[in-house]
């Protein structure tokens, strides 16, 4: 059967905010270490201490926004012992992840400086499970404040002579799990108390982010939002896609069959319905929608790579991922209203990577080349979309054959995001482009895709997966037609 596409060209739905393409960088495995951070006097070329291929890498992807130093890790992150002569810093150990010891030698001034150097925004998460009250108030002070005070003081006797921009601030992560173990009424309350000193000093703005819920615990996003929704500025939701029948047993990265690609597509595409069910319980205290759903953990989870230590959640990446991250976007796209921000997790080495490293080595997965894909929707407005699609039946269960999205840009032009989710189909595809002026469209496209189900790039090849470009559309004043090969990810521009 065939998909039909219809765009409203001329109907916007709502902005896409660039930050639904943000990342997520937390003190685990080989992410921050290694994967980022090598320190000045490493053989690795290095911009002040921060690898410079894996930063020239990410500066192709336009981020827009990093979170930092966790997940579960910031529970445990007292800031103070990351700032300061790198010799005096205190060590301590990393629990949840490896039980290895963490010298702090990435701190507050070493991320805030990659922010500058990715061109970013800052989403630092605070700690409520084991930090106090006035460390949280005193972290914002010592990055944001400018007089005459010890913190600042001490900021500057640390290098950093001017206050840093900080605009996102998490109250928490995960509080219900790592985060403390609390229940929503504790959380909610301690919410309040927290943010109540994570203050705004002259005229920086901080948004502020209650922890939100795990996955498909609805009561808790009730609770936040009833009992602290006034209080803040965004609520986040975690999700994540394994590729097993459960958390003992996720599957692997790159060995796997078309039942486990079935399934890990099923459980990419549940991220409708969680967004949209919180979304009602946030519609009924937040009807104007000013509370923005971050979903600041999304992405694939498998077993680890053999051999790895089980605590760095070090995977490959394959095509599957890539398609995992495309048709999440559309989702994305599709409540743009309420979907104010999401980070993958995470940005190096760890789960669903942008980038992946051995020693001096880098290699760039096929979920990075989805995020350069995609960057065209950054900041563009949503278009009115409606997509009548076949579906791909495994078993007894079946999942939509394509997935779609389009936008319009500052310039004008049209982008469209097409994925086949079938591997073996391929996918005939009209697109009807409704409130179209003008003559036909100019169009150019990039496509994703492989041969292989579990296509990956390797240290060895790293280029076995990455976009070619894509022409074989037929274009009319009314719309195209094309052919969509099975298992890929393709984005087309249309130009007036
Ligand atoms: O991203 C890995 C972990 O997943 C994070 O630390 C935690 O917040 C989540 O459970």
């Not at 979903?295 to 394959?318: H, R, S």
Request: proline share 5%; glycine share 8%.
């Amino acid at each position: 059967m065939k998909g039909t596409i219809v765009i409203q060209t001329d109907v916007s739905t709502g902005r896409i905010n660039r930050n639904i393409y943000g990342q997520f960088a937390e003190h685990l495995g080989r992410c921050i270490y290694e994967g980022m951070w090598v320190g000045e006097d490493s053989s690795i070329p290095n911009t002040n201490g921060i690898r410079t291929d894996v930063l020239e890498a990410l500066q192709k992807l336009n981020i827009p926004v990093l979170r930092w130093p966790g997940g579960c890790f910031a529970d445990e992150y007292h800031w103070k012992d990351g700032v300061g002569p790198y010799e005096s810093r205190k060590r301590m150990v990393n629990t949840h992840w490896g039980r290895v010891v963490e010298n702090n030698h990435f701190g507050t001034h070493e991320f805030l400086m990659l922010c500058e150097l990715l061109e970013c925004e800052p989403y630092i998460c605070g700690n409520v499970g084991s930090g106090t009250v006035l460390e949280m108030q005193e972290w914002i002070e010592y990055m944001t404040f400018d007089g005459d005070t010890p913190m600042v003081e001490w900021r500057k006797q640390n290098g950093r002579e001017e206050p840093w921009r900080l605009t996102y601030f998490g109250v928490g992560n995960e509080n219900w799990g790592c985060g403390g173990n609390m229940r929503p009424e504790y959380y909610a309350d301690l919410y309040r108390r927290y943010q109540t000193y994570v203050r705004n000093f002259g005229d920086n703005r901080i948004y502020k982010i209650a922890c939100g819920s795990n996955g498909f615990d609805f009561r808790w996003t009730e609770v936040l939002m009833r009992e602290a929704g006034r209080f803040m500025d965004g609520l986040s939701l975690h999700h994540y896609s394994i590729g097993g029948p459960n958390w003992s047993e996720k599957g692997s990265a790159i060995d796997f069959t078309e039942g486990d690609w079935f399934l890990v597509l099923k459980n990419a595409l549940q991220m409708d319905e969680l967004i949209q069910r919180h979304s009602t319980i946030m519609d009924q205290y937040d009807p104007d929608q000013r509370v923005g759903l971050i979903v600041d953990e999304w992405g694939t989870w498998y077993n680890v790579e053999p051999g790895t230590n089980p605590g760095f959640l070090y995977q490959q990446n394959t095509l599957r991922d890539a398609l995992v991250a495309a048709v999440t976007f559309d989702i994305f796209h599709r409540y743009c209203n309420r979907v104010q921000m999401a980070n993958i997790a995470q940005m190096v080495n760890v789960l669903q990577a942008m980038v992946l490293t051995e020693g001096a080595k880098l290699l760039c997965t096929p979920t990075y080349h989805v995020f350069e894909m995609f960057k065209v929707y950054q900041d563009a407005e949503a278009l009115a979309v409606d997509l009548q699609t076949p579906d791909y039946a495994w078993g007894e269960e079946k999942i939509p054959q394509f997935s779609t999205s389009a936008c319009k840009d500052d310039s004008g032009r049209i982008h469209l995001s097409l994925t086949n989710l079938h591997p073996h189909q391929v996918g005939d595809l009209s697109v009807a482009l409704r409130g179209w002026k003008g003559a036909k469209p100019q169009v150019s496209g990039r496509i994703l895709t492989s041969s292989e189900m579990n296509a990956h790039n390797t240290f060895a090849s790293p280029e076995q997966v990455q976009p070619e470009p894509f022409d074989d559309v037929q274009v009319s004043e009314d719309g195209l037609s094309l052919q969509l090969p099975p298992k890929s990810v393709v984005v087309i521009t249309l130009q007036p």
